[in-house]
């Protein structure tokens, strides 16, 4: 089984800054992409930022110029950078990720459970 987990979420004033980790563990051969999902209350689940193996990264139009993927392969940990922030960020925040189990094995995606980032105005 592979596990991921959110870390660096809380609240913070509209302009301010928070960076997200996400740290992989268990039973990885190798992860391809990562990337950050969010939800808000009654708001359905949205992509934030991914970046590929590779290292090419794509964002959300919200975020872009604000946040920043990075991850570091070596620790299986993923990072969100996120500067700027305004109120209308705040929501739960989740780590995404796939990758293979083993050698030979299909590409499965992983999530996390997610942390929360609360921004006041």
């Known amino acids: 089984q592979v596990q991921l987990v959110e870390s660096g979420g809380g609240l913070v004033q509209a302009g301010g800054s928070l960076r997200l980790t996400c740290t992989a563990s268990g039973s990885i051969f190798s992860i391809n992409n990562m990337g950050w999902h969010r939800q808000a209350p009654g708001k359905p689940r949205e992509l934030v930022a991914t970046?590929?193996?590779?290292?090419?990264?794509n964002y959300a139009d919200s975020v872009k110029g604000r946040f920043t993927i990075s991850r570091d392969d070596a620790k299986n940990t993923a990072y969100l950078q996120m500067n700027s922030l305004k109120p209308e960020d705040t929501a739960v925040y989740f780590c995404n990720a796939d990758g293979l189990t083993g050698p030979r094995t299909l590409f499965m995606d992983f999530w996390g459970t997610g942390t929360l980032v609360t921004v006041s105005s």
């Open positions: 970046i590929t193996s590779a290292g090419s990264t």
